[in-house]
């Protein structure tokens, strides 16, 4: 039986204009003056807290969300029109909970969900990269949700984005690497040992 290509075809065109439609307060465009820091922090595993109590409503949390701008001076703020707020950010602005991978034809796409409901697919402007923690050696992945906000991708998610890498070879060393629209992305060295 024929496959109909153009039903896979529409639903990755409608994936990606859902995406990119995604929309948000035009904090870039905003310049108020800083009005001082709160006792705010987004913790490692994406909890918010403030005054050192965690943020239990998730609409709220989704909310600030929506305002968070990283500025040139690596400090993240929430900002609106009138007023911009310095907040702690212990690693990541969000957690990226799931991935979907979208193929069509040899052409694939990453789609990341994040804790607060963003969506974003990785490609040139939404870069992934992988750190490697020094004390421990682990890896630590990250998504550019927008602006200069990062998304630490969620150890399982890893797991499932590792399941759909391949291997490379980059300067005689071999390296994972996973395309996105368009984009190869690489995901660190292994040890030819582990293959």
């Known amino acids: 039986m024929p496959v109909n290509n153009t039903k896979t075809q529409i639903k990755l065109e409608d994936i990606i204009k859902q995406v990119e439609g995604q929309r948000y307060p035009p904090v870039e465009k905003w310049n108020p003056d800083f009005c001082g820091d709160i006792d705010m922090q987004i913790k490692r595993d994406g909890t918010w807290f403030y005054m050192g109590t965690p943020i239990g409503r998730e609409r709220m949390v989704r909310l600030f969300s929506t305002v968070l701008r990283k500025d040139e001076d690596g400090k993240t703020y929430l900002v609106t029109p009138v007023e911009k ?102 995901l660190g060295e292994i040890d030819d040992g582990d293959m």
């Open 85 to 186: 707020i310095g907040i702690e950010v212990e690693d990541a602005h969000f957690i990226a909970t799931a991935l979907e991978v979208i193929r069509e034809g040899d052409e694939q796409a990453l789609k990341f969900t994040t804790n607060v409901g963003d969506e974003v697919i990785a490609d040139k402007d939404h870069p992934l990269r992988v750190e490697v923690d020094t004390s421990s050696g682990e890896p630590r992945p990250y998504i550019r949700v927008r602006g200069r906000l990062d998304a630490l991708i969620a150890r399982p998610v890893f797991y499932q984005l590792v399941e759909h890498a391949q291997t490379q070879n980059r300067d005689g060393k071999t390296c994972l690497v996973v395309p996105s629209r368009g984009t190869l992305f690489s």
